[in-house]
C-alpha cells in the first residue's frame, strides 16, 4: 500500500512534520508513505486557477494516486491551521482528489489534549460536499506534549503510545482495503431480452 502523509503546517518547526517523519520511518515494513508539504501554497482564492501553482498539482496528483492519507494536523486557536484549511479549500473547490479517499487524521501538540479539538474540526470539514473524504471513524491519535515525546533522531521515546499509534494505522490499512472494494463497480451482467435462459421462475419437469 502506498500512502501520503500531509503536513498539515507551513513552518519549518513542526512536530506534525517529526510524528509523519516517524510513521515513515517506523512503520516502512506495513506501506509506503511520502511526506507532503504545504509550505508554499497561496491562500485561497477562487478568482484565481489552482493548477497555476506547482505545489497544488503536486499534492492534486499524489493524493489521487494514493491507496490513503494520513493528515498531521495541528492546533490553532481550537482549530486547524490556516495553511491546511486553504489546502482543503483549494482541494474542494475544483479539484477533488480527497472524494471518496481513505483518510486518517493525527496530530501533535504542545499541550496535553493533543489536537483533539482540530481533529474534531477537520473530520466536519473532510466530510462535506465537495471533498466526500472516507475519514477514519474513532482511532484519534492524539500526541500530547510532543515537546517531549520524541528523541534527539526524532523517535517517539514511549512504548505505549508507539504501541497505540500501530494499532490505529493497523486500523487504517484494513479500513482501506474495505473502502478500495466499495469503490469498485459490480460487474453487469448481460440481459437475457430473448428469454433463451432459465430465469428465477423458470419452472422445470412440467409436461407442455
Not at 156 to 178: K, P, R, S
Request: proline content about 5%; charged content about 25%; some cysteine.
Amino acid at each position: 500500500m502506498k500512502f501520503v502523509g500531509l503536513v498539515g503546517a507551513n513552518y519549518d518547526q513542526s512536530y506534525n512534520r517529526k510524528l509523519l517523519e516517524f510513521i515513515r520511518r517506523h512503520f516502512k515494513i506495513k506501506f509506503e508513505l511520502e511526506v507532503l508539504e504545504i509550505d508554499e501554497v497561496p491562500m485561497f482564492n477562487q478568482d484565481e486557477k489552482w493548477d497555476e501553482s506547482f505545489q497544488l498539482r503536486l499534492l492534486n496528483n499524489k493524493i489521487t494516486r494514493a491507496d490513503g492519507v494520513i493528515i498531521a494536523t495541528p492546533e490553532h486557536n481550537h482549530t486547524i491551521s490556516a495553511a491546511l484549511k486553504s489546502v482543503l479549500e483549494w482541494l474542494s473547490f475544483e479539484a477533488h482528489p480527497f472524494e471518496n479517499k481513505p483518510v486518517m487524521i493525527v496530530g501533535a501538540s504542545y499541550y496535553d489534549q493533543g489536537t483533539s479539538r482540530a481533529q474534531v474540526h477537520l473530520r466536519k470539514i473532510l466530510e462535506a460536499p465537495g471533498v466526500n473524504a472516507y475519514t477514519l471513524p474513532g482511532n484519534e491519535f492524539l500526541l500530547g506534549k510532543a515537546k517531549e515525546a520524541f528523541d534527539l533522531e526524532g523517535n517517539i521515546t514511549n512504548e505505549g503510545t508507539i504501541n497505540f499509534l500501530e494499532q490505529c494505522l493497523d486500523n487504517f490499512i484494513q479500513y482501506v482495503g474495505v473502502v478500495s472494494k466499495l469503490k469498485k463497480p459490480k460487474p453487469i451482467e448481460p440481459e437475457d431480452l430473448d428469454c433463451n435462459n432459465p430465469i428465477a421462475t423458470t419452472v422445470t419437469e412440467v409436461d407442455p
